[in-house]
């Protein structure tokens, strides 16, 4: 809430009605897009998703950027060396998101239609969590 890189996720999951959800005990893994990364969405994308009679897709796009559990750095890249390259996590929303290395210290994430996101900051440790910065919005569909 205090990052002035992500108020557009900010209000996003105010209007989803995440607020409580994402307070809650947890521990939950957030990979959070930083407002360029919404900004590169295509024309009328977020102001479409922001609309109250879109508040369930709002609540399936920021929910699919959520994992249940501590995924930070270490932990996401065991998960990819166990998997010979590749980890494929199940996200709060039921989708999948696909892990793997791109370089020593470099996590590369790719959602269901392909599209890739890097981690860009590292394990912003929470109460309930951990949070990865992200530079690109996922798309579960």
Do not use: C, R
Request: glycine share 10%; proline share 4%.
């Amino acid at each position: 809430v205090k990052s002035a890189d992500h108020t557009t996720l900010v209000a996003a999951v105010k209007a989803a009605g995440l607020v409580e959800t994402l307070q809650g005990e947890g521990p939950f893994t957030v990979f959070a897009p930083v407002n360029d990364a919404f900004e590169n969405l295509p024309e009328g994308t977020v102001e479409g998703l922001l609309k109250p009679e879109a508040k369930k897709q709002l609540q399936a796009v920021l929910t699919y950027h959520v994992l249940a559990g501590n995924y930070d750095f270490d932990a996401l890249a065991k998960a990819i060396k166990k998997g010979d390259g590749k980890a494929v996590l199940k996200t709060v929303q039921g989708g999948e998101l696909t892990f793997m290395m791109n370089g020593p210290h470099n996590i590369v994430m790719k959602d269901a239609q392909g599209n890739t996101a890097n981690i860009t900051t590292y394990d912003v440790y929470q109460k309930n969590g951990v949070i990865q910065v992200i530079d690109q919005v996922l798309m579960p569909w």
